[in-house]
Nanobody
Framework: QVRLVESGGGLVQPGGSLRLSCVASGSGFRLNELGWYRQAPGKQREWVATISSSAQSSYADSVKGRFTISRDNDKRTVYLQMNSLKPEDTAVYCC?????????WGQGTQVTVSS
């Protein structure tokens, strides 16, 4: 069983930065693909970024050039560095660990971008 716990969300002004963290406990991590997703009020969940076990990353067009996903296998943690934040980035951000055919999700952390 895998448990994921996100942190680092909060209220930030437009143009500001936040770094989200997601710590995994339980089995796996080093060989697993990890991802960040977000869901804004009244909208469907949206993919943000993915990082493979070999640290190859990919991003949604809406965040490319502003967000950076990274991982620290020793700390069993995946990060999302978010820069140049916009009001439309406001959402609950969740991390996902892909364990073969099984997906594990955290509860999420709220990010609010507002002046």
């Amino acid at each position: 069983q895998v448990r994921l716990v996100e942190s680092g969300g909060g209220l930030v002004q437009p143009g500001g930065s936040l770094r989200l963290s997601c710590v995994a406990s339980g089995s796996g991590f080093r060989l697993n693909e990890l991802g960040w997703y977000r869901q804004a009020p009244g909208k469907q969940r949206e993919w943000v970024a993915t990082i493979s076990s070999s640290a190859q990353s990919s991003y949604a067009d809406s965040v490319k050039g502003r967000f950076t996903i990274s991982r620290d296998n020793d700390k069993r943690t995946v990060y999302l560095q978010m820069n140049s934040l916009k009001p439309e980035d406001t959402a609950v951000y969740c991390c996902k660990l892909q364990g073969g055919w099984v997906e594990y999700w955290g509860q999420g952390t709220q990010v609010t971008v507002s002046s």
